[in-house]
Each structure stands twice: as C-alpha cells, then as structure tokens.
C-alpha cells in the first residue's frame, strides 16, 4: 500500500499506507542482490534458475527507480570473491549479462538510463566487455538515472587500485602529497563524480556488506530483508525508502 506526497506540491498521488516524500529520494542506492540460489534450491531447481528470476527483479527495480527520480543505482551482481564459484555457475552469470544488456538496451535508453559499470571488467569474457562498453556509449548522454552495474567488482580492491593511481600521479608530478584529502581520494574510486549511497539494501536475510562499497559506505543507510532477491519487487523498494525516510541521518552531529 504506497501513498506518495511531494512536500512542495502537497500533492497526493494515491491514498494507501505507504507514504514516500518524493523531496526526500536518495540520491544513490546501492542493492547487494542476494539469495537466488536459496531460491532455486527451496524449489529444488538448479542456481542459475535463481539468477534467471533474479533478472526481473532487476528490470522491475531499475524502472522503479526511473520513475522516483533515484538518480544513481548501484547493483552489485558480481563480485571478486565469486570467481570461486562453480565454472558452470560462472559462466550462467556473465551470459545473463549479455542477455540483459541485448534484450533491455532498448528500454533503459528510452527511458533516459545511462549504463555504466565499476569494477575490473578486464577480467570478464570479450562478449560482456563488448556490450557493457557498447551500453555504456550509447546511453552516456543520457540525463536520467545512472544504473552501475558492479561487476568484478570488490570493495578491497577499488581501495588498492586508487592506492595504485594516486602512487602514480605522485610519482608523474600530477599531484602532491598535500593534495590528498578525503575528497581527492573518491576521486580514485570508480564512483568519481557521484555522491555517496544514502541507502544500501541487501535482501536474504544476510548482514554484511561483503566487500561491497567499503569507501562509500561511511554514512550510508543499511535496510535488510529476509526476501530473496527473485522475489524482490516495488513494493519492497518502497518499504526502504520509506524506512530510509523515517531515519535520524545525523553524520556525527546532534540534531
Ligand atoms: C546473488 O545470489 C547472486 C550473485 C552473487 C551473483 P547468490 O547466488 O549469492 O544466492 P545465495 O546467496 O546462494 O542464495
Ligand atoms: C555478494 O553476495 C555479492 C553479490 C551479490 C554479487 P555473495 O552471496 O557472494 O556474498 P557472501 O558470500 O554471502 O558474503
Ligand atoms: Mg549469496
């Protein structure tokens, strides 16, 4: 049951429970998409089932996100951790991309996306490189929501890796040693130029972050559930930002 409001416009737009300020969207969320293969197996079907109809969830939760006026989405699908898991599983994964990317390039861009990526994509097969940069190019001039699809992608690493750059740029002369504060830093992270995510939701009913987002996540506002991820829609969305709306963000201070 969703209601939202728009505190400027005290306009209602629908009469249930649920109450959204449309002034108060976070500007960033960042989803740990987790649980499709505990949904596969309660059905007793194979894992990549789970990921298959984790892709609806997918395509609901960006179009939702669209509509919100969310500016960046972070979806975690890929982390550097899970090249351990079965080849096969490994495999079923980046062809899912693919086929994500093929079959929804056409509505994200109608509807304003830009797709990016964060992570070492270098490490993904050809055919996911190719259509995660072809995405990207064609849809970098679009002003709507950003849609960050991490792949290879760990917290731990973009650390190391900005270490890597700015050792770079320091030896090169391109910057000082008193020009590395907290700001210049984030300009090392995949995420330059964004803001922080105000919301990390992760469903599954797992509490952790694994490895996602470590340098962004210093003030961010966790929200879990114990729904699967193929099983994540709106609705659920919703609830988190709702809840998210309902928090005391004090960065430290006392107000
Ligand atoms: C998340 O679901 C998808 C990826 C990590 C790629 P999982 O595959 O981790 O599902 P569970 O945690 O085993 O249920
Ligand atoms: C985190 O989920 C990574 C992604 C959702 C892509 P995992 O299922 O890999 O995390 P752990 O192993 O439960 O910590
Ligand atoms: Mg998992």
Same mark, same amino acid.
């Given at each position: 049951?969703?209601?939202?409001?728009?505190?400027?416009?005290?306009?209602?737009?629908?009469?249930?429970?649920?109450?959204?300020?449309?002034?108060?969207?976070?500007?960033?969320?960042?989803?740990?998409?987790?649980?499709?293969?505990?949904?596969?197996?309660?059905?007793?079907?194979?894992?990549? @089932?789970?990921?298959?109809?984790?892709?609806?969830?997918?395509?609901?939760?960006?179009?939702?996100?669209?509509?919100?006026?969310?500016?960046?989405?972070?979806?975690?699908?890929?982390?550097?951790?899970?090249?351990?898991?079965?080849?096969?599983?490994?495999?079923?994964?980046?062809?899912?991309?693919?086929?994500?990317?093929?079959?929804?390039?056409?509505?994200?861009?109608?509807?304003?996306?830009?797709?990016?990526?964060?992570?070492?994509?270098?490490?993904?097969?050809?055919?996911?490189?190719?259509?995660?940069?072809?995405?990207?190019?064609?849809?970098?001039?679009?002003?709507?929501?950003?849609?960050?699809?991490?792949?290879?992608?760990?917290?731990?690493?973009?650390?190391?890796?900005?270490?890597?750059?700015?050792?770079?740029?320091?030896?090169?002369?391109?910057?000082?040693?008193?020009?590395?504060?907290?700001?210049?830093?984030?300009?090392?992270?995949?995420?330059?130029?964004?803001?922080?995510?105000?919301? @990390?939701?992760?469903?599954?009913?797992?509490? *952790?972050?694994?490895?996602?987002?470590?340098?962004?996540?210093?003030?961010?506002?966790?929200?879990?559930?114990?729904?699967?991820?193929?099983?994540?829609?709106?609705?659920?969305?919703?609830?988190? @930002?709702?809840?998210?709306?309902? *928090?005391?963000?004090?960065?430290?201070?006392?107000?």
């Amino acid at each position: 049951m969703l209601r939202f409001f728009n505190t400027d416009k005290k306009k209602e737009y629908s009469d249930e429970d649920i109450c959204i300020d449309l002034n108060n969207i976070p500007k960033h969320i960042a989803i740990i998409m987790d649980g499709n293969g505990r949904w596969a197996k309660e059905r007793n079907l194979p894992r990549t @089932i789970g990921h298959k109809a984790g892709v609806e969830a997918i395509r609901e939760v960006v179009k939702e996100c669209s509509i919100l006026k969310v500016k960046y989405l972070t979806l975690y699908a890929f982390s550097t951790e899970n090249w351990k898991r079965p080849k096969d599983e490994v495999s079923a994964l980046m062809k899912l991309l693919v086929e994500y990317l093929k079959k929804e390039f056409k509505e994200l861009d109608y509807n304003n996306v830009i797709i990016n990526y964060i992570g070492d994509i270098s490490k993904l097969p050809d055919l996911c490189q190719k259509e995660l940069i072809i995405s990207h190019e064609n849809t970098k001039n679009n002003t709507g929501l950003t849609l960050n699809l991490a792949l290879n992608y760990g917290g731990r690493y973009e650390i190391t890796r900005a270490f890597k750059l700015m050792y770079e740029d320091i030896k090169s002369g391109k910057i000082s040693e008193e020009d590395i504060n907290e700001e210049t830093i984030s300009n090392y992270m995949y995420t330059k130029g964004m803001p922080d995510p105000d919301l @990390i939701i992760r469903p599954s009913g797992e509490q *952790r972050l694994s490895n996602f987002l470590l340098w962004q996540c210093a003030y961010s506002e966790f929200w879990y559930s114990n729904i699967k991820w193929p099983d994540f829609r709106k609705e659920h969305l919703h609830k988190a @930002i709702f809840d998210y709306q309902n *928090r005391d963000r004090r960065f430290g201070s006392v107000e």
